[in-house]
Antibody, heavy 117, light 110 residues
Framework: QVQVVESGGGVVQPGRSLRLSCAASGFIFSSFGMHWVRQAPGKGLEWVATIWYDGSKKYYGDSVKGRFSISRDDSRTTVYLQMNSLRAEDTAVYYC??????????WGQGTLVTVSS | QTVVTQEPSSSVSPGGTVTLTCGLSSGSVSTTYYPSWHQQTPGQGPRTLIY???TRSSGVPDRFSGSILGNKAALTITGAQAHDESDYYCALYMGSGIWVFGGGTKLTVV
């Protein structure tokens, strides 16, 4: 069955970097776009970034543009989120999801990122 | 900046029917926004119910249906059950590689 598993979260100081990974299985990874979506404590969902199925296009939310970078490795069926210049407001659970019909689908359980000194 | 609007809360009786809506602060929602609906219970990751306006995601019962009602996207739950009590989020594809989520609706089954 379709499965995505996020990893790489943790506690990091403001201004530092962190890389999240999302390992996918159960589908032809190279045929699907992938999303990152986050949820700050007690808040709603916020779209973060999307990469096209072939990696040709990458898109970012305004709050992370210029600081975060999404990439994929089809040989490892893994999508990454490189997060630089982290801020306290980036503290959230980060979810990975496969795209389906221009929508996130098949979500993972998330990985918690805490930005704090 | 376009805002995606949802009712903050809604309630339904067990066995009843409820419709949640998803609108835009400016303009109308249409199928070209590929509206999707996502259910989330506390402490869990989201689960997609509907994508592309009215297509049920794998394993989603047909009690859940999506549509366009007037100028909004809508999620209708029929035969509501206690475990439907959750937060429900809609998402719209704004084009040019941009997605926006609504603020969510907290559904109570009472």
């Amino acid at each position: 069955q379709v499965q995505v598993v996020e990893s790489g979260g943790g506690v990091v100081q403001p201004g530092r970097s962190l890389r999240l990974s999302c390992a996918a299985s159960g589908f032809i990874f190279s045929s699907f776009g992938m999303h990152w979506v986050r949820q700050a404590p007690g808040k709603g969902l916020e779209w973060v970034a999307t990469i096209w199925y072939d990696g040709s296009k990458k898109y970012y939310g305004d709050s992370v543009k210029g600081r975060f970078s999404i990439s994929r490795d089809d040989s490892r069926t893994t999508v990454y989120l490189q997060m630089n210049s982290l801020r306290a407001e980036d503290t959230a659970v980060y979810y990975c999801a496969r795209d389906r019909g221009y929508s996130p689908d098949n979500w993972g359980q998330g990985t918690l990122v805490t930005v704090s000194s | 900046q376009t805002v995606v609007t949802q009712e903050p809360s809604s309630s339904v009786s067990p066995g009843g029917t409820v419709t949640l809506t998803c609108g835009l602060s400016s303009g109308s929602v249409s199928t070209t926004y590929y509206p999707s609906w996502h259910q989330q219970t506390p402490g869990q990751g989201p689960r997609t119910l509907i994508y592309s306006t009215n297509t049920r995601s794998s394993g989603v019962p047909d009690r859940f249906s999506g549509s366009i009602l007037g100028n909004k996207a809508a999620l209708t739950i029929t035969g509501a059950q206690a475990h439907d009590e959750s937060d429900y989020y809609c998402a719209l594809y704004m084009g040019s590689g941009i997605w926006v989520f609504g603020g969510g609706t907290k559904l109570t089954v009472v």
